[in-house]
DNA sequence: GCCGTTTTCGGCCCGACTGTTTTCAGTCG
């Protein structure tokens, strides 16, 4: 069992125990030790054997005692137990934007509903404003949220589909025959939502192969299947599709084909039919014969294009400017030189800032920026100034001591429904990276955010525009906010806008990066680390930026250390 | 359920917002 479905099950165990009322703290442990295993980058199994596992904060014997169970039996009796109590429909309700433990175990118990379709048939017929404690007001939310709700089924964030993807590529690659597997689809392009995984190998056995194939947890229930390929259910909620080639030579005539997206690809053999070629496996051939295909870039080759990366391929329009003469020329990890949006356990985060240091130099990095929550994000233990002024001086003697890497003072500062901010301005003028960011009364009426957001981007000490427009994929809306306003500022003021890449922001997206450079906005990587497994983030920012296809000297983390110091201290 | 130089029990992230109420419970960040 991996690590992602040992999360799974302690995430649900957390859910249903607070259904059932269970001590709030026992169901924020069992949470925090599903965020621990969803977050290691080594098997749990191992680091249980050498009895790692319970040295990790968070994880004590009864918890390391569950996961025994669930790497030994496949099950887990507690979860069972816990969902004996509750129909598994109760979850999905909970997901509902106000509605939590208490009032869906109301809704259940006063009206029966177990589920979201029983839930909207209910509210529809106004039976839920009899329920003590809801109102007409609460019964159109519920029938609203449950029509987003529905939408977003079957469709994960890209992190989970990555995870999925890589373990059951592992089971893939295992099967017999199988000589080469490879992750195509969304997921290879680096979408930021996921619906279906889509898996490719090449094999001696096809036919064993794909027989083989079924074996695994993540197929739930077969949906369709051809010669050469099957489609399943899984119980993630998003689908999976496994294709085989039988011969080598049609391998990557697959892989473009399964990674999409459709658009592209009949771009592609529109492409080949107006130059002669017929597009057919194992490329595109003309009278002679097919033309050599070695790799994807050959069928790129064939068709006079320079080679269109997964993150480019969309609609087909980026077909036609590589045939105008655009050569992608996108960011690469290897040019990241620091990371800027980094919280330590002086706020919310795991790690000391000795060890996010520390992990920042094993990635090659130049600078790192601390940028802890500002003094009234009270959730997050945001530092007071003194805290704030210690923290600096643990800043000043890490560098004094530690040549190589550079910590930079930072703070990622809470702008206030007024736009000011939350750290007087010689506080701000003490640091070396502010990063403003709206925390908190997201739902302001759009004219009013806009001013909020504008405001704080004209401020003289601030750099960059923290996760600019506030959304969480999959689970909340972006604020009403007029990005080009606030871009149009970001501009005028040289503040730099971020690419929060943590997988359930990516925000700003590839389109308003796309906008923001179109505009001459310079943009930023963040990872928004919380521990410092999460400076892996970086890669999703980077995609983000790849997607957009812009310069990569637009994205500020690019810059060498002195250029970046100069930059920063303009702005005083 | 976890944790510990305020340590083996009793804390654990805390305040604002919302819609429902007539004074507050539940949810959320």
Redesign the pocket.
Known sequence: MHNVQLARAFAQLADLLELAGE?P??V???R??ADLLASLNEPAASLLRDGRL?Q?????????AKVDELLATGRLR?LEAAAARFPAGLLEI?E?????????R?LFEHLGVSNPRELDEAARAHRV?AV????????A?IVRNLAVLEKRTGVVLLSLARRLAADYAAHLAACPGVERVMIAGAVRRWEELVGELNLVAASRDPAGTLAAARLHPLVAEITGQGGDFFRATTPWGLTLKVTVAADGASFWWIILRETGPRDHVRRLEDLAVSLGLEPRPPGFSRAGGPLPVNGEEDLYRALGLPYLPPEVREDGSEVDRALAGWIPRLLDRGQIRGDLHVHSAYS?GRNSMGELAAAARRLGYAYLAVTDHSASL????GLSTEVLAAKNRAIDEYNAANPGLRLLRGAEVDIR?DGSLDYPDEVLAGLDVVIASV?????LPRAQMTERVVKAVQNRYVHILGHPTGR?LN??EPYALDLERVLAAARDHDTWLEINASPERLDLSAEHVRLAAGLGVKVVIGTDAHEMNNLEYMEYGVAVVRRAGVDPATVVNTWEGGELWRALGKKR
């Open positions: 001590n703290f026992k924020r442990a069992y925090r030790a319970i990790m904060p968070g994880i004590g014997r009864q918890i390391a507690a909970m509902l934007p106000g509605v939590g433990p208490k009032r869906a109301s404003r003590p404690g809801f109102g007409a007001k609460s019964e939310d919310d009270k959730v997050a233990r429904p925390h908190s009364r997201f739902n969480l689970q909340r």
